[in-house]
């Protein structure tokens, strides 16, 4: 698909933090928001890829360890202090690595592993962003769940699945208790995309990916750009009533019995 120009000018004036902003949806992401006008901090180990996405969004790269307490703070506070405030939190970072899979082959060490990136880091990033935002009286929240969370797969990648039903329910949970105080909390369900994560995976089995897309009503992934814009619409004024929701973009996958011929 081509990339859709962007015309929106919704975030102008509004500072938005993006964990695992290097590469994927969340590069796409950092894009986005600063087409639509926000400044962007760049989160992501990756500090040559990091860099550059903050160059090329003109915003600010943070060499960040999504599972580090400490350097979670430091992200959020640097933000406020270069900035004035977090008006966005895009927590996105997450891996999925080939050594989880089914529950009968999937060791410990891969299991705490997925953990401590994909959901520890989500409430490590939501536990520093908070009290910032309640100091504003103004937030939005959004964290990369997965339509994994509501659906079951027969090829299965335990943690992964696991951990993004952490993510939605608590997603959920935050949404419910900080909506008075202006602070809106949802969980971003995407359907597969084709980011460098799908693709490494995929590429070492192509049969994996063949059985997962023909269960795709739209019959491809997604693209980034359009997960991007997604959470662009959620971090708007557009989404002032959208709060605590499990947002599906997943071109049908989980309202589907069976795909088209």
């Given at each position: 698909?081509?990339?859709?120009?962007?015309?929106?000018?919704?975030?102008?004036g509004?500072?938005?933090?993006?964990?695992?902003?290097?590469?994927g949806?969340?590069?796409?992401?950092?894009?986005?928001?600063?087409?639509?006008?926000?400044?962007?901090v760049?989160?992501?180990?990756?500090?040559?890829?990091?860099e550059?996405?903050?160059?090329?969004?003109?915003?600010?790269?943070?060499?960040?360890?999504?599972?580090?307490?400490?350097?979670?703070?430091?992200?959020?506070?640097?933000?406020?202090?270069?900035?004035?405030?977090?008006?966005?939190?895009?927590n996105?970072?997450?891996?999925?690595?080939?050594?989880?899979?089914?529950?009968?082959?999937?060791?410990?060490?891969?299991?705490?592993?997925?953990?401590?990136?994909?959901?520890?880091?989500?409430?490590?990033?939501?536990?520093?962003?908070?009290?910032?935002?309640?100091?504003?009286?103004?937030?939005?929240?959004?964290?990369?769940?997965?339509?994994v969370?509501?659906?079951?797969?027969a090829?299965?990648?335990?943690?992964?699945?696991?951990?993004?039903?952490?993510?939605?329910?608590?997603?959920?949970?935050?949404?419910?208790?900080?909506?008075?105080?202006?602070?809106?909390?949802?969980?971003?369900?995407?359907g597969?995309?084709?980011?460098?994560?799908l693709?490494?995976?995929?590429?070492?089995?192509?049969e994996?990916?063949?059985?997962?897309?023909?269960?795709?009503?739209?019959?491809?992934?997604?693209?980034?750009?359009?997960?991007?814009?997604?959470?662009?619409f959620?971090?708007?004024?557009?989404?002032?009533?959208?709060?605590?929701?499990?947002?599906?973009?997943?071109?049908?996958?989980?309202?589907?019995?069976?795909?088209?011929?």
């Open positions: 698909m081509t990339e859709t120009p962007v015309s929106a000018r919704r975030l102008v509004r500072t938005a933090v993006i964990t695992g902003a290097a590469s949806i969340g590069l796409a992401t950092a894009r986005r928001l600063a087409a639509e006008g926000a400044t962007v760049c989160a992501d180990l990756d500090a040559e890829r990091g550059a996405a903050a160059a090329e969004t003109g915003g600010r790269y943070v060499h960040t360890d999504v599972t580090d307490r400490e350097q979670v703070e430091a992200l959020f506070q640097t933000t406020v202090d270069a900035y004035g405030a977090v008006d966005i939190a895009f996105n970072a997450g891996i999925s690595p080939p050594d989880d899979d089914s529950i009968l082959t999937t060791e410990l060490d891969a299991w705490r592993r997925v953990q401590e990136t994909n959901l520890t880091s989500v409430y490590l990033c939501c536990k520093a962003v908070l009290p910032h935002m309640r100091r504003q009286g103004r937030g939005s929240i959004i964290n990369t769940a997965s339509f969370a509501v659906m079951g797969a090829t299965s990648q335990i943690s992964y699945t696991a951990s993004k039903g952490g993510v939605l329910a608590m997603s959920r949970e935050l949404g419910v208790q900080f909506a008075r105080e202006g602070i809106r909390v949802n969980a971003l369900c995407p597969p995309v084709n980011t460098p994560l693709k490494e995976l995929f590429a070492k089995d192509p994996r990916a063949a059985r997962r897309l023909v269960h795709v009503p739209a019959g491809r992934f997604a693209e980034p750009e359009e997960i991007a814009a997604a959470v662009a959620l971090a708007s004024d557009d989404a002032s009533f959208v709060n605590a929701a499990e947002f599906l973009v997943d071109g049908g996958i989980s309202g589907a019995y069976v795909t088209p011929l």
